[in-house]
């Protein structure tokens, strides 16, 4: 699964985590003595003029995205010769690099959007208990300063939905053609076909939505829980408790963690629930197949009982989501009135403006969120752990060394066609050739 796209997955992704770790301590150390010596935030920062808000490219920005940019390739170059999997080193490395990167930029816009969204409120609640206070024009320069921000966004949000659309067919690619150049010891494995033709698919698709999510998860958190704790200090209790210091923060993950526990009690048996239905659907679709070619097979009787273990399974499958679903929906929906009821002293005190009441929200939301990452993500995990067990048990009949990198133009890929002439030669008795039903 990832080592037929990744050069050496596990010491591609341990290292990944370590160069991160690293380049932080490098961040936090000599970052500025750094930026003093090769930072462009002085060339193409803004600096704000007096009783303007702050723009998006600070100086100190420019240096962050500067250092972010140029971690990402000094990660990627090395991995041009470390591996035999160089053929997908573009797409696999560079590739989930800057998918990487884009998501942290996103983090940062969606940061500068939260200290907007406070002045532009406390703007309003101005304009709403002054009237006159607030023209026009301040309201527009406003809206139109955040409109600078957000058309680059979409943009880049985009053209980032089109680059992972390929990057995931390139990764589905990869697999398929891996499995591939084994066929002859893996096509008597039972559901073979659909391993190769739907599974691959599937794995790609949710792992990199999943890994996008947790890597956003993750900068949002290092972005987020800072501002949070800084806002936290204007509510001045909290509900029975009373005052405590960084209480949102507290609050957030006090209720992310009860979600998280929760959902994964009560749904720890669909991942096999789930595993066994992609079984059940695998011997129906495969009797059908046969039942093109050959009049003997998908005959009414054999067609109806295939069917009815396929109900079974699925009427099993919506029992324990009956229940699951339950708990999931009143976690969520109760989810959302924790901060309303957390804040609910320090509003009913006056101790917060509109403003400072939508950002403390959004900070909020932002942070139990990405704390609540496996609670929103059980569904997606659950399908996962499915898929991952079926290619598993596939990959079971590949050899430990088999070669990596493979692709449909790939002189080892089709030299294997050796192997299926010899396959058919011996089928044959002995002559080339197809026989019947191969």
């Not at 024009?137 to 949000?157: D, H, N």
């Not at 998908?298 to 229940?323: I, M, S, W």
């Amino acid at each position: 699964m990832f080592r037929s796209f990744f050069p050496n997955p596990k010491l591609f992704f341990g290292s990944a985590l370590a160069w991160t770790a690293f380049c932080m301590v490098v961040w936090f150390t000599i970052g500025p003595a750094l930026s003093n010596i090769i930072g462009l935030g002085s060339v193409f920062g803004q600096v704000a003029a007096e009783g303007e808000a702050e723009p998006f490219l600070t100086p100190d920005k420019v240096w962050l995205y500067q250092f972010v940019v140029m971690s990402g390739i000094l990660f990627c170059i090395p991995w041009y010769w470390i591996g035999d999997n160089r053929r997908w080193y573009w797409w696999s490395v560079v590739g989930s690099v800057t998918i990487i990167e884009v998501v942290f930029f996103d983090v940062q816009i969606g940061a500068w959007m939260n200290a907007w969204y406070g002045e532009f409120y406390n703007m309003f609640q101005g304009a709403l208990t002054n009237p006159g206070s607030v023209s026009l024009e301040q309201i527009y320069g406003e809206l139109w300063t955040v409109l600078y921000v957000l058309l680059p966004r979409i943009a880049v949000l985009v053209l980032n939905a089109f680059f992972i659309a390929h990057y995931l067919f390139r990764w589905r690619r990869a697999m398929t053609f891996f499995y591939m150049s084994h066929w002859p010891r893996l096509r008597g494995v039972e559901g073979a076909s659909q391993r190769i033709q739907e599974d691959t698919q599937r794995f790609a698709n949710i792992v990199e939505g999943l890994a996008v999510a947790l890597v956003s998860s993750i900068m949002t958190l290092l972005v987020f829980l800072p501002l949070l704790w800084t806002l936290s200090q204007n509510i001045t209790e909290l509900p029975i408790i009373g005052p405590v210091n960084g209480s949102l923060v507290w609050v957030a993950l006090m209720s992310a963690v009860a979600g998280t526990v929760l959902l994964g009690l009560v749904g720890i048996k669909l991942p096999g629930l789930e595993f066994q239905n992609q079984r059940v659907e695998a011997a129906f679709r495969k009797e059908l197949v046969y039942g093109e070619d050959d009049p003997e097979r998908a005959r009414p009787l054999d067609t109806k009982e295939f069917f009815l273990g396929v109900q079974r399974n699925y009427f099993r499958l919506y029992g324990h989501y009956l229940y699951f679903n339950v708990a999931r929906y009143i976690y969520l929906q109760g989810a959302n009135f924790v901060p309303l009821i957390a804040m609910s002293p320090s509003i009913a005190a006056g101790a917060l403006t509109l403003g400072l009441f939508q950002q403390v929200s959004n900070a909020f939301g932002q942070v139990e969120d990405s704390f609540r990452f496996l609670a929103n993500s059980w569904t997606t995990i659950i399908s996962l752990i499915s898929v991952y067990k079926r290619l598993r048990t596939f990959e079971a009949n590949i050899p430990p060394g088999a070669i990596s990198g493979v692709d449909y133009d790939d002189p080892r890929y089709l030299a294997t066609e050796a192997e299926f002439r010899a396959l058919i030669t011996d089928l044959d008795g002995g002559k080339e050739g197809v026989p019947p039903g191969l």
